[in-house]
């Protein structure tokens, strides 16, 4: 059983359109966090939020806490966002993580 | 400018030999992770280290010790490598707000382990 689910697991897309990547999860949390990983490179915090919607230049996350789910979009997508996006939540005792298996994003020029 | 270094990027070694894998943040947090990364199963954690000397076991510690002497630095070791152990290495800190609610993660660059 996982708790977390993020879908789809691959997404290809044209550059400037407009993308968006699940994650449902099945503990309750604290806060949810979408990271980004590019091909090669390390992990980095792009949100962590608790409610409601959080925006970081074309990136934008959602969160339902009531349906266990959240949604990270890029709008006007580039190639620089060809990357690993990561969904994690705390567990309960809150000093661990669940991940999703990571939707894995290629945004062709 | 908030940092978790990892020691290598890139490491070669051969069966049976001891490996080292050392993880330092700047920022004094308290939570520091162990995380191995293979295709298809995402991340999954190693070991977790919530305080200078404390450790946990994670989803899949077999194989694995590690060392928290002080509260910058977490270790990973793995005694006797095998080649199931070739893999990406990802070190995590986060701050600890009373064990309820835990902070941002910052990971390192990670350590690609490749054991022959």
């Known amino acids: 059983k996982n708790e977390v689910e993020q879908s789809p697991q691959n997404l290809t897309a044209q550059e400037g359109e407009f993308i968006t990547i699940n994650c449902s999860y099945s503990v309750g949390i604290s806060a949810l966090h979408w990271l980004q990983q590019h091909p090669g490179g390390g992990i980095v915090s792009l949100f962590m939020?608790?409610?409601g919607k959080k925006k970081h230049g074309r990136l934008i996350a959602t969160i339902n806490i009531q349906e266990k789910h959240s949604s990270l979009h890029i709008t006007a997508s580039h190639p620089r966002d060809s990357a690993v996006y990561i969904c994690?939540?705390?567990?309960?005792?809150?000093?661990?993580?669940?991940f999703g298996t990571g939707t894995s994003l290629t945004v062709i020029p | 400018d908030v940092k978790v270094t990892q020691s290598s990027r890139y490491l070669v070694k051969r069966t049976g030999e001891k490996v080292f894998l050392e993880c330092v943040q700047d920022m004094d947090h308290e939570n520091m992770f162990w995380y191995r990364q293979d295709p298809g199963l995402g991340l999954r954690l190693i070991y977790f280290s919530y305080d200078v000397k404390m450790k946990e076991k994670g989803d899949i510690p077999e194989g694995y010790s590690v060392s928290r002497e002080k509260k910058e630095r977490f270790s990973l070791i793995l005694e006797s490598a095998s080649t199931n152990q070739t893999s990406m290495y990802l070190c995590?800190?986060?701050?600890?707000?009373?064990?309820?609610?835990?902070?941002?993660?910052?990971f390192g660059e990670g350590s690609r382990l490749t054991v022959l």
């Open positions: 994690a939540v705390p567990s309960n005792t809150g000093n661990q993580f669940y």
């Open positions: 995590a800190s986060s701050m600890d707000h009373g064990g309820i609610y835990t902070g941002e993660l910052f």
């Open positions: 939020l608790s409610s």
